[in-house]
């Protein structure tokens, strides 16, 4: 047998945070970090020979530990870019999970029924598709099209994941999509612009226009500016990106996701601290009720129907 390849990071790779804290927010019980990823590790699960980036090993061992400490029931594993449609590691993971995660996949227009089912079996719910440049070479949209004709029937929602300038050119193809569709934080709005200014109403107004399109409210780690530092003497992480993720937790409280995007990949600068992220939550969704729909009865109405 050859020997595994050996990948050697990205330089300038931050592994994820060693020994987080333990929140002192507590989840409600049944609670679902419904956005992260499994990253190999790479000498069972290589990754794509398309990738952008070659990021540390995170395996589904480390990710349940997190979750168990964090104090999350289940999770929604999300297929990483440098995966491509490999989705081995994600499935492995999935059937690991005994029944306490479900994924989202990466596929190709071409893929059999038998392996389309072979996903939904394992636990996928939904596919992604991604606009962000640096991630992915372009796809045709008609490429997107022809997979969410072969998805829909499977009950399977869309994941897109773009960046708050692509949008007015991603408008209408996104409105236009047949089943539910989760956009990935927010749109990426610009945090420094203002929460009721015409970059962020646009985003809202498709969320209005549009009662089949989710947002996950996350990633305050990737859009801040200010970063997870006291503000007054108190703990307010990530404070400048709350006015943001609590808009659309207050306009569409049974269409936000929460998930803490671990193991958190492409960041350059800090590498968070999984418990104060989620001690994030409650500056979002500040009542017991909010937080319930946003950490329970959403991903769960989604991914455990
Ligand atoms: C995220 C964000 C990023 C990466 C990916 O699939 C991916 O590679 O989603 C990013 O670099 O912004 O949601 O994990």
């Known amino acids: 047998m050859s020997s595994p390849e050996v990948f050697e990071k990205t330089p300038g790779w931050l592994d994820f945070y060693d020994g987080p804290s333990r929140p002192h927010f507590k989840l409600p019980a049944g609670a679902v970090d419904a956005h992260c990823h499994v990253f190999g590790p790479g000498a069972v ?31 929604v594993i999300v297929q990483a870019t440098c995966h491509g449609t490999d989705n081995r590691a ?5 059937k690991a999970s005994q029944g306490r995660a479900r994924g989202v996949a990466s596929v190709a227009p071409d893929i059999s029924d038998a392996e389309l089912h072979a996903l939904h079996e394992a636990g996928v719910r939904g596919t992604r598709f991604n606009f962000v440049k640096r991630l992915v070479s372009n796809t045709p949209r008609e490429v997107f099209v022809q997979i969410a004709q072969r998805i829909a029937p499977l009950g399977w929602h869309i994941v897109v994941y773009f960046e708050a300038q692509d949008l007015p050119d991603l408008y209408d193809f996104v409105a236009a999509l047949p089943t539910t569709v989760v956009v ?21 107004q498709l969320m209005q226009e549009h009662s089949n399109i989710w947002s996950k ?39 936000v996701l929460w998930g803490t995007d671990w193991p958190h990949p492409n960041l350059k600068t800090h590498m968070p601290d999984d418990g104060l992220l989620v001690d994030y939550i409650p500056q979002i969704a500040p009542t017991a009720e909010l937080q319930q729909k946003l950490l329970v009865e959403n991903p769960n109405r989604l991914y455990w129907r």
């Open 45 to 75: 699960f290589p990754y794509s020979p398309k990738r952008k980036y070659t990021p540390c090993d995170a395996p589904k061992e480390a990710l349940f530990a997190l979750r168990d400490h964090l104090g999350f029931e289940k999770n």
């Open 217 to 255: 409210v996350t990633c305050p780690e990737r859009l801040s500016k200010t970063g997870p530092f006291a503000l007054n003497g108190e703990q307010h992480a990530y404070h400048d990106v709350v006015p943001f993720g609590r808009r659309l937790v207050e306009t569409f409280p049974d269409r």
């Open 184 to 204: 990935d934080h927010m749109g990426r709005p610009d945090v420094t612009k203002p929460v009721d200014g015409p970059d962020f109403n646009l985003f809202v």
């Open 90 to 94: 994600l499935v492995d993971a999935l």
